[in-house]
C-alpha cells in the first residue's frame, strides 16, 4: 500500500491541492478588503454593505452614550477583526496561507524521506522538494500581489479618518436631543435677590460640562414646571371669570330692584305676572 501511493505521487498531489487552496484563501482575502475598501466611502451617506452599516449604527450608538472617552481608533480595529465572511474573521483567512505552507512542507518533508527509505529513484525524492520550493514561491509571490498588510492598514487609518472627522456621532446627538425649554419668568424673578451697589460682589462660577442625561433630567423639570404655571394661571383666569360674573349679576339685580320701586303699585302688580308668565311658559 505504501509503495503504491509513493509511486503514484499522492502525496505530490496533495501538496499541489493544498498550495492551490492556500492561495485561493488570500485572494479571496484580498478581494474582501477591497470591498470594504471600496464601501468605506459611503459611510457618512447610506451604506451599501453590511459591515458598514453595522460599523455606522454602532459608532452612533456608542458616541451617543459615551461621548468623552469614546476611543475611535480601538473601536474601527475591534470592528474588523469581528468582521466575518464565511465563518472565518480576516485574521484566520490569512492564517490560512501560513497553514498551507506549513501543511506542503510537512508533507513534502515526509515524501522525500519515505521514498529515500523505499530506495526509490533519485528523481523521484527530488520531486518532493521541488514541490516544497514551487509552493512556498506561490504563497510568497500571492502574498505580495495581494499586499494585505497595506489594505489592512489603509483600511484602518480611512475608517478613523471619516468617523472622527465627519462629525456623524455628533449630529446624530444634536438630532437626538430635545429642544431646550426657555425657563419660566417666575422661577427668574424668585432667584433674584436685591442688594445694594455697594455690598454686590463678583462671584466667579466654575461650570462643568452637563452630560446627556442631565439636560434631558433639566429639560423634563422645566417641562414640569412650565405646565404648573399654565395650569395656575388658567385657574386664576376661571376664578376671575366667576367673580366677574356674579358681580354682573348683583348689578342687575339691583337696578330692577330699584325700576320696580319707582312703578306703582298697580304696574309692579302687572309687570311681575307679565314675568312670571313668561317664565312659566
Known sequence: MLQFIAEQNVLLYTMAVVGILGAISQAVLYFMYGRLIRDMGNVTGIPKGKFMKQLKQRYTGGRRMNEEIFNTKAF???SIMEFEYAGMNLHQWRRLGGIAFTVCTILGAAGYFWTQSLNMAQG?????LWAILATALLLVGI???TDISYKRKYLETGLQDILENSGIGRRYQEVDLPEPVPRPMEEKEKVKTVKPITQQ??????TTPMSSRQKRDRTAETQAQKDKRELKENLAKLKEGISETAVVRER???RNTEILKQMDPAEQE???REVLKEFLS
Do not use: H
Open 252 to 254: 342687575e339685580k339691583e
Open 201 to 206: 460682589k463678583t462671584v466667579s462660577v466654575k
Open 124 to 128: 523521484v525524492q527530488q520531486n518532493y
Open 143 to 145: 502574498y505580495g500581489l
Open 76 to 78: 474601527v480595529r475591534r
Open 270 to 272: 302687572r309687570v311681575i
